[in-house]
């Protein structure tokens, strides 16, 4: 009963009977499950445009549309995909390999819905593709061995790639790296785990931090511009000053999703008590804990979006959705923190 947060009685002092309904939490009752085509319980979100998302799945690229639900769903089969991005001119920036028995596998670039490889030639294999402004940034596997001359790459509408004026690594570890919108106009570009803000034209400026990369858009941006993502797993919210705040004390931060206003909603690598999920209430300062039971799961979700028209909290796994009523998850206990 303690683990699914339900209320409880240990003694003989008190009669059931005096128990009020008021001290029981509210339960959501009306969970609908719909299929999607994901067949794998490692796919994972590469992209996020507005109401799109990019999902990499087994030799499968699936581009799905969250504006209604179920979501649209438009599936590239025979297609292994590690970086994928929306461009700003219209087309799906990918590095995939299609042939399933080359060992190992055959990378090149293209741009869905074509399939022919770009003429591009960067000097380390792309890792992640982040859209900011008018082109994209490529960034180097986290674990790359090309150590010469390896920075992060813009690439406009004409294929031209330039570096970013950023130093070169100075270490041969892994390269920490990513780049999150904090506001129009503005992106934190992390490079080698040193936080910059860039504008999209000039050099980028050093915020004097250091983060550790979060895994793939564990990130979230507020209304007022900040950034909170799992930076190295922990929770931290960080300002376009390049300040620095923990948001609550955990440590196995693997997805995010942006709720209502300023919601966050939080999944973890294993979370307690079997949680599916967790809910932060920056203005309250409050925490809810939702249960796999709630929401229709056996095990914990893959990933999760808002859907604001419908008003549903939607959680992914393989083969199905399951979206929740958002006010039904509102009304559910909170706990406070400090």
Same mark, same amino acid.
């Given at each position: 009963?303690?683990?699914?947060?339900?209320?409880?009685?240990? #003694? &003989?002092?008190?009669?059931?009977?005096?128990?009020?309904?008021?001290?029981?939490?509210?339960?959501? &009752? $009306?969970?609908?499950?719909?299929?999607?085509?994901?067949?794998?319980?490692?796919?994972?979100?590469?992209?996020?445009?507005?109401?799109?998302?990019?999902?990499?799945?087994?030799?499968?690229?699936?581009?799905?549309?969250? $504006?209604?639900?179920?979501?649209?769903?438009?599936?590239?089969?025979?297609?292994?995909?590690?970086?994928?991005?929306? &461009?700003?001119?219209?087309?799906?920036?990918?590095?995939?390999?299609?042939?399933?028995?080359?060992?190992?596998?055959? /990378?090149?670039?293209?741009?869905?819905?074509?399939?022919?490889?770009?003429?591009?030639?960067?000097?380390?294999?792309? #890792? $992640?593709?982040?859209?900011?402004?008018?082109?994209?940034?490529? /960034?180097?596997?986290?674990?790359?061995?090309?150590?010469?001359?390896?920075?992060?790459?813009?690439?406009?509408?004409?294929?031209?790639?330039?570096?970013?004026?950023?130093?070169?690594?100075?270490?041969?570890?892994?390269?920490?790296?990513?780049?999150?919108?904090?506001?129009?106009?503005? +992106?934190?570009?992390?490079?080698?785990?040193?936080?910059?803000?860039?504008?999209?034209? *000039?050099?980028?400026?050093?915020?004097?931090? &250091?983060?550790?990369?979060?895994?793939?858009?564990?990130?979230?941006?507020?209304?007022?511009?900040?950034?909170?993502?799992?930076? #190295?797993?922990?929770? $931290?919210?960080?300002?376009?000053? %390049?300040?620095?705040?923990?948001?609550?004390?955990?440590?196995?931060?693997?997805?995010?999703?942006? *709720?209502? %206003?300023?919601?966050?909603?939080?999944?973890?690598?294993?979370?307690?008590? %079997?949680?599916?999920?967790?809910? +932060?209430?920056?203005?309250?300062?409050?925490?809810?804990?939702?249960?796999?039971?709630?929401? *229709?799961?056996?095990?914990?979700?893959?990933?999760?979006?808002?859907?604001?028209?419908?008003?549903?909290?939607?959680?992914?796994?393989? *083969?199905?959705?399951?979206?929740?009523?958002?006010?039904?998850?509102?009304?559910?206990?909170?706990?406070?923190?400090?």
């Amino acid at each position: 009963a303690a683990a699914h947060h339900l209320a409880y009685w240990e #003694g &003989t002092d008190i009669a059931v009977s005096t128990a009020r309904t008021e001290w029981l939490p509210v339960h959501p &009752t $009306s969970v609908t499950v719909c299929p999607n085509p994901i067949a794998s319980p490692t796919a994972r979100v590469c992209a996020l445009d507005g109401a799109r998302l990019l999902v990499a799945d087994h030799f499968a690229l699936h581009e799905i549309d969250t $504006s209604a639900f179920p979501p649209a769903v438009l599936t590239y089969d025979d297609t292994q995909v590690n970086a994928a991005a929306f &461009t700003p001119w219209g087309t799906t920036f990918v590095r995939m390999a299609t042939d399933r028995t080359a060992r190992p596998f055959k /990378f090149a670039y293209c741009e869905l819905p074509d399939r022919t490889p770009l003429p591009i030639e960067p000097p380390f294999a792309i #890792g $992640s593709a982040r859209r900011a402004g008018d082109c994209l940034l490529l /960034f180097p596997q986290p674990t790359t061995t090309e150590r010469t001359h390896v920075r992060p790459l813009i690439l406009r509408a004409d294929h031209s790639l330039v570096p970013l004026l950023v130093p070169e690594p100075v270490e041969p570890r892994r390269v920490e790296c990513d780049a999150i919108a904090f506001a129009a106009g503005e +992106w934190l570009v992390l490079w080698d785990a040193v936080a910059y803000r860039w504008d999209g034209v *000039g050099p980028p400026v050093p915020l004097g931090v &250091t983060l550790d990369a979060p895994e793939e858009l564990c990130a979230v941006t507020q209304p007022d511009g900040a950034i909170i993502a799992g930076f #190295g797993h922990a929770l $931290s919210r960080i300002d376009r000053e %390049g300040t620095v705040t923990p948001v609550l004390p955990l440590t196995n931060v693997v997805w995010l999703a942006r *709720g209502p %206003g300023d919601v966050v909603i939080i999944g973890e690598g294993e979370a307690p008590g %079997g949680d599916a999920l967790a809910i +932060w209430w920056p203005a309250t300062r409050e925490v809810t804990h939702v249960t796999r039971d709630l929401l *229709g799961l056996t095990e914990p979700p893959m990933f999760a979006y808002y859907d604001p028209r419908a008003e549903l909290l939607v959680v992914a796994r393989p *083969g199905w959705w399951h979206a929740v009523p958002w006010h039904e998850l509102a009304a559910l206990p909170r706990e406070p923190r400090p």
